[in-house]
């Protein structure tokens, strides 16, 4: 069975520019797969609606990934597809800082800066039809890796220390720790259920508060437990690397219509992961996608990864995951 566990805890404090004692309830959730914590504070987060990027985003005289430097200087892949893949404005090539076995950069886009509600499908569907065909002769030639990822990191408050749109992935026989944890949380329940746990996750989140909708395939919902802000969930049935040309349009439609409501929502930075089924053994497994919004680009910008995410693993938002569904739902 899924439970959605809450635990609440009021706070309360003499609050003198109003003059009253102030109540805040705050909301203790727990991931139904993985039990994992988050903390839902319902303050307002200290980013600025008009954040100062200019210098930033501005195209700079030296950027690799740019239509005139980045064939000179990306590196070239020697084991996989025998030197770099292109498909439109997707450029895909290995990753210098490699995280695992097989570690690549997809480049998005000729333009050096989107503003995020102006990303356009297709920029990211060339680039997943990318990976996913660096995914299957990688798997072709190698049959020891067991797990995928992709992911993206967009400005610098979300890691990324380009701010070219590029998107990276990985392959390797070890999981990360959140995907382990998904891996063994997916594991147990499909052996103790006989049936995904995403699908029984579907069923109950389809018409409730947390739904979102759906693009193609991916039904979208607003992250039980979250962990960062407007944290939406997309779920598939399909595993990537089979995936035909339209499982990958709704993935990358959905990630479009979520960054709409982000920057309605005045951000300007996120952070996205596909979290793919294990290879070789994929059943009662979906591929997860997660999408969250990170403070804010700005002159002097904020870090929300403080020492609670940072260092505790527990998620943190300012808005109910019931809130979040009700403002992203408008774009689907
Ligand atoms: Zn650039």
Not at 206 to 231: C, L, M, N
């Amino acid at each position: 069975m899924i439970e959605f566990r809450v635990e609440k805890e009021k706070s309360s404090f003499f609050n003198p520019s109003e003059n009253r004692i102030e109540e805040v309830e705050v909301e203790i959730r727990y991931d139904p797969l993985t039990g994992k914590t988050s903390r839902i504070v319902p303050k307002p987060l200290p980013i600025s609606p008009e954040p100062d990027i200019e210098d930033e985003t501005r195209k700079p005289e030296f950027c690799p990934f740019c239509p005139e430097f980045v064939d000179g200087v990306v590196a070239r892949d020697v084991r996989v597809v025998d030197g770099i893949l292109r498909r439109n404005q997707a450029i895909l090539f290995p990753n210098i800082s490699p995280y695992a076995l097989y570690s690549i950069v997809v480049r998005v886009s000729d333009d050096h800066h989107i503003p995020i509600q102006k990303f356009e499908r297709d920029r990211f569907l060339d680039a997943f039809v990318l990976i996913r065909e660096y995914f299957e002769r990688a798997i072709q030639k190698d049959r020891t890796v067991r797990f995928g990822n992709i992911g993206m990191n967009y400005l610098k408050p979300a890691g990324s220390s380009i701010t070219h749109p590029h998107i990276q992935a990985t392959l390797s026989r070890y999981p990360t720790d959140y995907h382990r944890r998904i891996y063994e949380g997916g594991r147990s329940f499909f052996s103790e259920n006989g049936e995904p746990f995403w699908k029984a996750l579907i069923e109950i989140e389809r018409d409730g508060e947390r739904y979102v909708g759906k693009t193609g395939d991916v039904e979208w919902i607003a992250s039980f437990s979250p962990r960062g802000f407007v944290h939406i969930t997309g779920m598939s049935e399909g595993d990537f690397i089979n995936s035909d040309e339209r499982e990958l349009e709704g993935i990358s439609e959905g990630i479009v219509r979520i960054l709409r409501a982000y920057a309605e929502m005045k951000f300007n930075s996120f952070n996205f992961s596909i979290f793919l089924p294990p290879i070789q053994h994929r059943e009662g497994f979906y591929t997860v996608i997660d999408v969250v919004a990170r403070s804010n680009l700005d002159k002097y910008y904020w870090n929300d990864c403080f020492f609670l995410p940072k260092l505790h693993d527990e998620g943190f938002s300012n808005l109910k995951p019931e809130e979040v569904a009700e403002k992203v739902r408008t774009w689907f």
